[in-house]
């Protein structure tokens, strides 16, 4: 099982050598703030209607808005990422598809489209191991799902790519979420952006704080 602490203690080792650098600024915090708040781990309307208000105090435009959203709304694909290896492991073990197969044209061109050599994904691979070639073998419509939405909010570039790392790390650390591999993932990356400790750390409090799932009536 993994837990708050289990983040925490990450945060804290890859963290260790980092200089304190500055806590997140006001418009930073609430971008985080809204990003802990839309997750689909949380699902409160009141800290949503907040968090909305408090991104608009902080001055954040309405594209930097919706970018945020978008990000987080990106977290139903984990769903993906734990279950496809595993689909293609049992669907393999009762002869329903041949997992050592080459890949086909189609998939191969795909492949070398959305995943290359890119270093980004090299990284990804490492964290979830096997995930985007079972996606492939299963679903090449789902492949290229997969890439297209989560490319959104990088494309449209309102929120600055450290920032959008923040909202990443904060929403794959929240309580009823705990995913290890997106929030090592996205820690590495804010480092690599330049993110210091203290912002870092005060991005994984604001996550272990995040309003209790009630639910939409």
Request: hydrophobic share 50%; charged share 20%.
């Amino acid at each position: 099982m993994t837990t708050l602490d289990d983040c925490q203690q990450v945060a804290l080792e890859a963290t260790a050598s980092l200089p304190d650098g500055e806590p997140l600024d006001l418009q930073a915090a609430a971008m985080v703030q809204l990003g802990v708040a839309t997750s689909v781990t949380s699902l409160d309307t009141d800290a949503i209607n907040d968090a909305i208000k408090g991104a608009f105090e902080a001055g954040a435009s309405v594209a930097q808005v919706q970018e945020v959203i978008a990000l987080v709304s990106g977290l139903g694909v984990h769903s993906l990422m734990v279950s496809a290896a595993r689909v293609l492991e049992q669907a393999a073990g009762r002869g329903l598809v041949d997992r050592n197969l080459p890949l086909d044209a189609e998939r191969e061109a795909l492949w070398r489209a959305h995943v290359g050599d890119d270093p980004f994904w090299v990284g990804f691979e490492r964290e979830v191991p096997g995930f985007l070639d079972a996606m492939l073998r299963l679903s090449p419509d789902i492949f290229q799902a997969f890439f297209a939405y989560c490319a959104v909010p990088w494309k449209s570039g309102a929120v600055r790519p450290l920032v959008k790392e923040l909202v990443g790390i904060a929403s794959d650390a929240t309580p009823t979420h705990r995913f290890l591999p997106g929030f090592r993932l996205h820690l590495r990356n804010a480092i690599k952006l330049g993110a210091g400790r203290k912002a870092i750390l005060q991005t994984v409090a604001m996550a272990a704080a995040a309003p209790k799932h009630r639910g939409v009536s």
